[in-house]
């Protein structure tokens, strides 16, 4: 059975090898996801997640994991806006769902789990970017999200190619 559910900090030592390896996985399978060679940047990974760990504690950072028999198959995260102009609105980051894990709802569960959060939290305005030209793109708009811009070159690839991003938003009921 697969459960989500919110990490607390300090993230276990497992944790964050879990975290790092589903990263790691996602990398290696070409996603975009601000790091670009899986087998190189193994420690960069490690040290994402210790950062992420920092704004947990700060909690101006969320992260949801999707579970199965305690071992982390999704992930998904959401930063708040510290900007005292922002504080309505927050970012969602890596949503990454292991590859055999695919295919299963599990990055929707994520997705409808940090939105009903952000509504909780009173957020009214959710962003993401992703890699523009994606799977991703049908699927953020699938939960309702509107794409609002395009970024070319923005990122590089996994193969070294400039890639362009695509800004999605989506405004929340508790507006």
């Known amino acids: 059975m697969m459960i989500i559910s919110q990490i607390k900090a300090p993230l276990a030592a497992e944790t964050l090898e879990q975290l790092t390896a589903i990263l790691q996985e996602a990398v290696s399978l070409g996603a975009s996801i601000g790091f670009t060679d899986a087998a190189q940047?193994?420690?960069e990974m490690s040290h994402y997640w210790q950062q992420i760990d920092h704004?947990?504690?700060?909690g101006h950072i969320q992260?949801?994991?999707?579970f199965v028999d305690n071992h982390i198959v999704g992930v998904v995260g959401l930063?708040?806006?510290?900007?005292?102009?922002?504080r309505h609105r927050g970012?969602?980051?890596k949503l990454i769902v292991s590859a055999s894990w695919r295919?299963?709802?599990i990055a929707r569960k994520l997705m409808q789990s940090v939105t009903h959060e952000a509504e909780k939290q009173g957020l009214k305005l959710l962003l993401l970017d992703t890699r523009s030209n994606d799977i991703t793109v049908p699927f953020y708009q699938s939960l309702g999200w509107r794409q609002v811009g395009e970024i070319?070159?923005?990122a590089l690839s996994t193969e070294g190619e400039l890639?362009?991003?695509?800004?999605?938003?989506?405004?929340?009921?508790?507006q």
């Open 79 to 86: 930063e708040v806006c510290q900007k005292l102009n922002g």
């Open 103 to 105: 295919g299963q709802g």
């Open 41 to 43: 940047q193994l420690k």
């Open 55 to 58: 704004g947990l504690t700060a």
């Open 91 to 93: 970012e969602v980051f």
């Open 152 to 154: 070319p070159n923005y």
């Open 63 to 66: 992260l949801y994991c999707a």
């Open 163 to 174: 890639q362009a991003t695509t800004l999605m938003a989506l405004y929340l009921s508790s």
